[in-house]
């Protein structure tokens, strides 16, 4: 897929946007085309800031003379981009990443919004040995659950060209690697029954994931 993706790039000399939910493995997908095309890699863009406009950083991906990758993940910036749909994809092909295992994911998601905002550059290659967290210490809640849900469901008004399942991805690249955690993270809710009843019946249609365009 990965080959597929460069290919179409190349064939309509446009850039690549990754686009994901937060710990779906944008980074991770950035930085293995990246590796595959020499291509410059620009990280995530769009990030809140201290820039009161991030989300004009969308402009680096238009009109560059060399292919160039770059990831968006956070919420608000795509909302503001909602608008601009037919010019980001005038230059750009749209990669969506998800994950299928919605748990992990929600798991993973909440704990890292846990984290002391010094320690923001941990939410890559954590290991185990830094799990900060206790067996059923935190309380998930509904509105955590909406939150998450909401994150999920954007990506797939951009119109992805292609999409990409995290479970399915074969990573050659060292710079992200799969966090480790002291045992199962979803293990940390006090609640996880109530968490699988939200979300355990979720699941992609082959609408969502099909790569026909």
């Not at 299928?100 to 905002?117: E, G, H, T």
């Not at 059923?136 to 955590?144: G, K, L, M, R």
């Not at 995290?166 to 710079?175: A, K, M, P, V």
């Amino acid at each position: 897929m990965y080959q597929q993706i460069i290919q179409s790039a190349k064939e309509q000399q446009k850039n690549i946007l990754v686009m994901g939910s937060p710990r779906s493995g944008t980074h991770a997908v950035g930085a293995e085309l990246a590796i595959l095309t020499n291509a410059v890699c620009l990280g995530e863009i769009c990030k809140m800031s201290d820039n009161p406009t991030p989300w004009e950083e969308i402009q680096s991906l238009y009109n560059t003379n060399t292919l160039t990758i770059a990831q968006i993940v956070q919420l608000t910036p795509k909302i503001y981009l909602s608008h601009n749909v037919d010019i980001i994809k005038k230059h750009t092909v749209i990669v969506n990443v998800c994950r299928r295992n919605k748990i992990k994911q929600f798991a993973s998601w909440v704990y890292f919004r846990l984290l002391d905002p010094t320690e923001l550059g941990s939410w890559h290659n954590h290991k185990g040995a830094k799990t900060n967290v206790l067996q059923h210490s935190i309380v998930a809640t509904e509105e955590d659950l909406v939150q998450f849900v909401l994150e999920q469901l954007v990506d797939f008004y951009f119109l992805p060209d292609f999409n990409l399942c995290y479970e399915d991805l074969i990573f050659t690249q060292q710079q992200y690697q799969k966090n480790e955690f002291a045992f199962p993270i979803e293990l940390m809710f006090s609640n996880l029954e109530y968490v699988e009843q939200y979300l355990k019946n979720w699941q992609y249609s082959l609408g969502h994931l099909s790569n026909d365009k």
